[in-house]
């Protein structure tokens, strides 16, 4: 027998096993040890009242009345005047039974992954202004049900933003806001072409999204110019998906040829161009590179986030379409907005609008950049045979390994502590390119004081020189 659980006004809800043996005297006591003895009443946990128990359980009071003096007796349980019973403080029970955590869950000590940024280096204060002057501003109907494009107020933010900083060709009407770059593949996915062109390095993460749409990716090699986008017309494909800003993993843009080869491409076959611009403010060594889709807007579809510049855990990104298939995207989407918070809409269009978000673009470029020379410096000094790519831009660099040393690189590192991805973890698998031993190396996401430490541990993972 099992009692659902005494709600006392003069003590703790109560369940108990009863066993459904004896007489209700003996399950009660004994039902009251093992609650105990197994620690779900812990030390001082008042108990119901003899009433309150009773009128449970069905039994009399007298019976409660019994098992509490005897439990108490027994040292089980205490009793004073106006405090109640209580379960006896010397009565401890043996501490939970804690499993081992399995190696594959530990968090690495040092935290290399790509892709990320410092999240310490957050702008708090700055946020949490823009949070209180935009909620304060924001008429009624924000409250209300959300509208699938995004909320008025980022979407003119951005579009003012993007035009000056990124060189799109944007109104506001052509922007839907989502939950982040893999949410925009998601809701692009039932609109793309059978086909879809892809870089033969990149996140297979990605690659995934668009295969569960029902669409086969074709890999395009790269170089030192980025995607070799003159074999599209061999690739039969409808569309292509490029990071033109900062190839992503290898590093580099995607060059000024190319970039109008790309659109030529489109515009003969029809095709459709999916431009990733994941850390297009972070450059170093470069001028600035506008996105392609100012080169042809109806061909471009223009996908962005703040989840490198500003916080993964934020969840708002942005897609600028051609205007034929906004109707089409938000089809998709819903009739109302299920992903992205209205507030979180609101405090990044202030932030963006008082120019919070480009002072901390800028700050962070400082930062960024500063741990990019560290990082080659240290590996000048204790691995000047590893060469170094990538770093002209973006949150990562490529460590160029000799040939055959990846694994056991990623395993010197696993005993080390350090997280860091392999480069044949990108790989298309039907990529005909040469395969490429490296590692794929974050520099944004350790936080400033441990920065030292990380890249000393990396080094020493390194294989030595020949």
């Not at 843009?253 to 972070?282: N, Q, S």
Request: charge should be neutral; aromatic fraction near 6%; charged fraction near 25%.
């Amino acid at each position: 027998m099992t009692n659902p659980g005494v709600n006392s006004p003069t003590g703790s809800d109560l369940h108990l096993e009863l066993s459904g043996s004896g007489s209700m005297r003996s399950q009660l006591m004994h039902a009251v040890r093992e609650a105990v003895r197994s620690g779900r009443l812990p030390p001082d946990t008042r108990l119901p009242s003899y009433r309150a128990l009773s009128a449970d359980l069905g039994i009399a009071r007298n019976t409660v009345a019994e098992v509490y003096s005897e439990l108490v007796e027994e040292g089980w349980l205490t009793a004073r005047q106006g405090s109640g019973t209580r379960v006896a403080r010397r009565v401890a029970p043996p501490p939970p039974h804690r499993r081992r955590p399995r190696p594959s869950s530990r968090r690495p000590i040092h935290d290399l992954a790509p892709s990320s940024p410092d999240a310490s280096a957050f702008p708090r204060a700055a946020w949490s202004t823009s949070a209180r002057r935009a909620i304060n501003a924001a008429p009624s109907e924000a409250f209300g049900v959300g509208d699938p494009r995004g909320r008025p107020e980022l979407r003119d933010a951005l579009a003012d933003y993007l035009a000056r900083a990124r060189g799109v060709r944007v109104d506001a009407e052509l922007i839907v806001i989502c939950a982040g770059y893999a949410h925009a593949l998601q809701l692009l996915g039932p609109l793309l072409p059978s086909t879809v062109a892809v870089e033969s390095y990149g996140l297979a993460f990605h690659r995934d999204l668009i295969a569960g749409a029902g669409i086969r990716t074709v890999p395009l090699s790269i170089d030192e110019r980025g995607a070799r986008v003159g074999d599209l017309s061999e690739k039969s494909a409808g569309a292509v998906l490029l990071t033109p800003a900062h190839q992503y993993p290898t590093g580099g843009p995607l060059h000024a040829l190319r970039r109008a080869a790309v659109v030529d491409w489109a515009r003969t076959a029809d095709g459709l161009i999916l431009e990733d611009d994941y850390d297009g403010e972070f450059r170093y060594d470069r001028e600035p590179i506008g996105a392609v889709q100012g080169l042809d807007p109806d061909r471009v579809i223009y996908l962005g986030s703040i989840s490198k510049s500003l916080s993964p855990s934020l969840r708002l990104g942005w897609m600028v379409l051609p205007d034929r298939m906004i109707d089409d995207v938000l089809a998709v989407k819903g009739r109302r907005e299920l992903w992205s918070s209205a507030w979180d809409q609101l405090t990044l269009a202030d932030f963006i609008s008082c120019g919070s978000y480009e002072r901390h673009l800028r700050r962070m470029r400082g930062v960024y950049r500063g741990r990019r020379d560290h990082l080659a410096a240290a590996l000048t000094e204790h691995a000047p045979h590893i060469r170094v790519s990538g770093i002209a831009a973006g949150l990562h660099a490529v460590l160029e390994l000799p040939e055959g040393t990846e694994h056991t690189t990623l395993a010197a590192a696993r005993r080390l502590g350090v997280a860091v991805d392999g480069l044949s973890a990108y790989r298309h698998p039907d990529s005909t390119m040469p395969h490429l031993d490296g590692l794929v190396v974050g520099y944004g996401t350790p936080a400033e004081h441990a920065f030292s430490s990380a890249l000393e541990a990396l080094c020493l993972a390194l294989p030595p020189a020949p």
